[in-house]
T-cell receptor, first 112, second 113 residues
C-alpha cells in the first residue's frame, strides 16, 4: 500500500519552515525519507524505526508516530539547496525490510 | 557509501524491441533492487536481485517482461522486453547499506517510440 504524502507541492522563501507529512493505512514499522533533485538520483535523508527517537540531520528532522501510522519531515530555516522532491517510503508488506513502496512525493521549491 | 554506475544513461528504442540495462556497484552487495520512475512520478520497485537465486518480482511485474540477471555480487542487468511506449521511464538500480540506507544509480532514461 503506497503511503500518502501531503502537501503535493510547497513554495517557500529562504528561511521559512515547512512540514511534509506521510501516512499509511497499514501498520508502519519504519519510514524512510529521500530527496530527489531534478535529473538526479534520490538521496537518503533518514530512517525512522518503530520505537525509535526523532531523528535530525542539520536543519532537517523527522518524527514517527506509530499509533497514527504517520511520519512528518520538518525543514527549518529552509535553504535554496533544499529544493527538490521529497519521498517517504515504507517496507512493502510481505517483502523484506528494504523493499520499499514510496509516496507520490512532495515538490519543495525554495525561492530567494 | 556505494557508487553505482548504470549503462546506458539514456536510449531511444523502437516498439517491440528489447533493451538491457547494466548496473555495476563498486563494492560487493547481497541485494540489488530495480526501480522504475515514470516521468514526474514516484519510484516503484520492480524486483529484488540476489546473487545465486532467482529475482523476486513485485506485484504487477513479471519475469518474462523484465528478466534480471545477477551473475556476481557487484553486477546486475535488467532487460525490458518487447517494449511499448508505456515502458518509457527512468530505470534505477539501487543497493542497501548495512544501516538500511538505499543508494541509487543515476538511472537509465528509456524512451520507446
Amino acid at each position: 500500500q503506497q503511503p500518502v504524502q501531503s502537501p503535493q507541492a510547497v513554495i517557500l522563501r529562504e528561511g521559512e519552515d515547512a512540514v511534509i507529512n506521510c501516512s499509511s493505512s497499514k501498520a508502519l514499522y519504519s519510514v524512510h525519507w529521500y530527496r530527489q533533485k531534478h535529473g538526479e538520483a534520490p538521496v537518503f535523508l533518514m530512517i525512522l524505526l518503530k520505537g525509535g527517537e526523532q531523528k535530525g540531520h542539520d536543519k532537517i528532522s523527522a518524527s514517527f508516530n506509530e499509533k497514527k501510522q504517520q511520519s512528518s519531515l520538518y525543514l527549518t530555516a529552509s535553504q535554496l539547496s533544499y529544493s527538490g522532491t521529497y519521498f517517504c517510503g515504507c517496507p512493502i508488506q510481505g517483502a523484506g525490510s528494504y523493499q520499499l513502496t514510496f509516496g507520490k512525493g512532495t515538490k519543495l521549491s525554495v525561492i530567494p | 557509501s556505494a557508487v553505482i554506475s548504470q549503462k546506458p544513461s539514456r536510449d531511444i528504442c523502437q516498439r517491440g524491441t528489447s533493451l538491457t540495462i547494466q548496473c555495476q556497484v563498486d563494492s560487493q552487495v547481497t541485494m540489488m533492487f530495480w526501480y522504475r520512475q515514470q516521468p514526474g512520478q514516484s519510484l516503484t520497485l520492480i524486483a529484488t536481485a540476489n546473487q545465486g537465486s532467482e529475482a523476486t518480482y513485485e506485484s504487477g511485474f513479471v519475469i518474462d517482461k523484465f528478466p534480471i540477471s545477477r551473475p556476481n555480487l557487484t553486477f546486475s542487468t535488467l532487460t525490458v522486453s518487447n517494449m511499448s511506449p508505456e515502458d518509457s521511464s527512468i530505470y534505477l538500480c539501487s543497493v542497501v547499506s548495512g544501516t538500511g540506507e538505499l543508494f541509487f544509480g543515476e538511472g537509465s532514461r528509456l524512451t520507446v517510440l
